[in-house]
């Protein structure tokens, strides 16, 4: 049984790692969320600054972009040319998949500086290539409103987790101490 342990030390650490990095990271934000009350921000301040990001963003890109808040759920509507075209939610702001992004590169951890200014530029990438996903899915909503379950069940995730799958391939393959241990 130690042997076989043994073998399989650097994947019972990996995932021994991941789980704990994601449940304490997960813990808090569950505790933020549980904690932001929306007084201030509605629905949380992460949501709500993502929406209006993106509407920015919109603005920038020549579209009349507004949000404004839900009136019957804890989320920001985004509207389109005073057309409603996507409710951002809580599960929009990216801060999810950045926990599970963060969880990954410190189970596959480098050189502590590398993995820590890797978290942090991954993280921010996320959250850019989030709001930019959420822009076109809006402008896409607004010109082609037949095609919304493809847009939000397929365009809309691979967007983002294919961007979170080749940030943890290039870790891997780049600055990994297990890359460095199995060469």
């Not at 704990?20 to 509605?42: N, P, Q």
Request: proline content about 3%.
């Amino acid at each position: 049984m130690k042997a076989l342990f043994l073998k399989y030390k650097s994947v019972v650490k990996f995932i021994v790692t991941f789980l704990t990095v994601y449940f304490v990271f997960t813990l808090a934000y569950k505790f933020y969320l549980d904690a932001s009350d929306g007084s201030k921000y509605f629905p949380d301040y992460f949501t709500n600054l993502v929406a209006r990001q993106c509407e920015m963003l919109l603005q920038a890109l020549g579209f009349n972009g507004s949000v404004v808040s839900h009136p019957d759920e804890p989320s920001m509507k985004l509207i389109i040319n005073n057309k409603f075209v996507a409710t951002v939610v809580e599960g929009c702001n990216s801060i999810s998949v950045i926990i599970l992004f963060i969880s990954f590169i410190v189970a596959f951890a480098g050189k502590f500086k590398a993995t820590v200014l890797y978290v942090i530029s991954g993280s921010v990438l996320i959250y850019v290539v989030n709001l930019i996903r959420i822009v076109i899915l809006s402008i896409g909503l607004y010109n082609y409103p037949w095609r919304r379950e493809i847009l939000h069940t397929v365009i809309f995730p691979l967007i983002i987790y294919g961007m979170v799958f080749l940030l943890w391939m290039f870790w891997v393959n780049r600055f990994s101490k297990q890359k460095k241990a199995n060469a």
